[in-house]
């Protein structure tokens, strides 16, 4: 099977772009709420809920640039996974640890929503409110998920 070397250029070109795009509106978005938990500007309900998703989302965003970038840079798929210098490896640690932020995206998202139906604080870790089944069975499958 011939792999497209363009074709490849270009799915990393627009994923540079996409996950800088994202990266760029989740820390504005972060910053907004960090006023708000600071006390800066009067904000709404579940503030350092909001402001833990967006920067970990932001994080994650940004962790996942270098797989991209280097793909990139390589030229090419067979470029995409490189070992001259051993920064595949570290690349590869950045985007394990993207993977678990986005996850913990979802859960969080998951258990915000719950937290919102129950009148619950909203914190997913640190949490004032009563443990129920959903916030115990997304902190499961989170660390299992990382693990």
């Known amino acids: ?21 994202l990266a760029i509106i989740c820390f504005y978005h ?20 909001k402001l ?15 797989t991209f970038m280097g793909c990139l840079i390589k030229g090419g798929p067979y470029g995409c996974v490189w070992d001259e210098d051993g920064t595949h490896d570290l690349v ?6 993207a993977t678990c932020g986005f996850m913990y995206s979802v859960t969080s998202t998951a258990t915000l929503w719950s937290d919102v139906i ?7 870790f640190n949490s004032i409110s009563p443990l129920d089944r959903t916030k115990i069975y997304f902190r499961w499958a989170l660390g299992i998920y990382c693990a």
């Open 1 to 21: 099977m011939k792999v497209d070397n363009d074709a490849t250029i270009v799915v990393a070109t627009i994923s540079i772009v996409m996950y800088g795009s």
């Open 30 to 49: 972060g910053y907004m709420f960090w006023q708000v938990v600071s006390g800066k500007i009067e904000g709404g309900l579940y503030s350092k809920a």
């Open 52 to 66: 833990a998703f967006f920067m970990v989302l932001g994080i994650s965003s940004t962790l996942e640039l270098p």
């Open 92 to 97: 590869w640690c950045a985007h394990l640890i």
């Open 118 to 124: 129950q009148l619950k604080d909203g914190n997913f």
